[in-house]
């Protein structure tokens, strides 16, 4: 496959097998393939695919185990399933996933694990209800999907916690920002905790706050 700028892809060539693929086609690589055989895929866990998921992690093809380049004699093992950086790629056909051959190859990109595990974690775990408050400790891209996971659930406010002010950012959903080095004393002191908390308004916060110094005489955030 030959790529357009980051990891959108033509498909060049396939192989014997039939497949929806053709030559021509626009597809994005995906390093959590699905085989739409296995028992996984056909649960609702698609993503913890059997053949692919485990074979594919030793960086060669599936059916004969062995990599499809080399460089002065040497194997060129496959990186996650995909090695999107790599000028051509070879793939099992479900480490791709067709697109719109309308969408611009320079806008289309797979949104990885950083954007999944933040919003996932925020809509499908922790479910902020609609005008509750959300503390987010840490604004990579985690925490910034996080932040983005709960304006999408209507939070009120969505106070982001980093060490960096300048990874502040509204246009993530973030409507409020904590530096701990603002700060003059440690967050472990027991009236700052609960200043820190009751600033927060975030009940499930406060409760783990409190068994944990039941349990262990202190108090930590």
Same mark, same amino acid.
């Given at each position: ?19 929806? %693929? #053709? =030559?021509? *086609?626009? /597809?994005?690589?995906?390093?959590? &393939?699905?085989? !739409? ?64 051959? %309308? #969408? =611009?190859? *320079?806008? /289309?990109?797979?949104?990885?694990? &950083?954007?999944? !595990? ?104």
């Amino acid at each position: 496959m030959a790529p357009m700028f980051h990891e959108s892809r033509i498909v060049e060539s396939v192989g014997e097998d039939k497949t929806e %693929l #053709a =030559p021509g *086609d626009h /597809v994005l690589p995906i390093f959590t &393939g699905k085989c !739409t055989q296995c028992a996984h895929c056909k649960s609702e866990e698609s993503n913890m695919c059997t053949l692919l998921r485990i074979n594919n992690e030793r960086g060669v093809m599936i059916h004969n185990e062995q990599t499809r380049f080399s460089i002065n004699g040497k194997p060129i093992y496959h990186f996650v399933r995909t090695s999107a950086f790599s000028e051509y790629i070879v793939v099992h056909v479900g480490c791709v996933a067709k697109i719109n051959p %309308l #969408a =611009p190859l *320079d806008k /289309v990109c797979f949104l990885s694990c &950083g954007i999944s !595990t933040g919003l996932g974690a925020t809509l499908n775990v922790a479910k902020p209800t609609k005008g509750s408050s959300v503390a987010i400790f840490g604004l990579g891209a985690v925490g910034l999907a996080a932040a983005e996971g709960a304006r999408l659930a209507c939070a009120s406010r969505i106070i982001g916690v980093d060490l960096n002010s300048s990874i502040f950012k509204e246009e993530f959903g973030l409507t409020e920002f904590m530096n701990p080095r603002d700060y003059n004393k440690p967050v472990q002191e027991p009236h700052l905790i609960y200043i820190v908390v009751k600033a927060l308004l975030i009940s499930f916060v406060s409760e783990q706050i409190k068994q944990y110094a039941n349990k262990h005489k202190q108090q930590t955030i």
